[in-house]
């Protein structure tokens, strides 16, 4: 039977994580947090510290695991979802291009 978190019993969305990495290097911590990231069906960074996630896991899921990025238990950082229907901005192309994608 499927728990909460598993993917059977999940619908696909969008998450947004923000991570202020103030008074580090952030090439030292992005490696290691889209390394997290990789395990959701899709990602962008749209900033320096800031990503969209595609996935089915929950945020407590991505939670515990971003939680174990050494040095992100020192950082303040957040991951929430995202209504992405309902959007205006002004961003590159490709960035609309990944939003817009079917999946």
Same mark, same amino acid.
């Given at each position: ?34 390394? @997290? ?8 960074? +749209?900033?320096?510290? !800031?990503?969209? =996630?595609?996935?089915? $896991? ?23 979802? @995202? ?8 961003? +590159?192309?490709?960035? !609309?291009?990944? =939003?817009?994608?079917? $999946?």
């Amino acid at each position: 039977m499927p728990t909460v978190n598993s993917v059977a019993a999940r619908k696909f969305g969008f998450l947004h994580l923000g991570v202020n990495f103030e008074g580090v290097d952030i090439e030292a911590y992005r490696p290691a947090v889209e390394k @997290v990231l990789n395990k959701a069906q899709d990602w962008l960074r +749209y900033a320096p510290n !800031w990503w969209l =996630i595609y996935t089915s $896991r929950s945020l407590e899921v991505w939670q515990k695991e971003l939680v174990e990025v050494p040095g992100m238990k020192e950082k303040s950082w957040v991951i929430c979802e @995202v209504n992405i229907t309902n959007r205006t901005g002004w961003m +590159y192309k490709s960035e !609309w291009e990944w =939003i817009n994608k079917e $999946r």
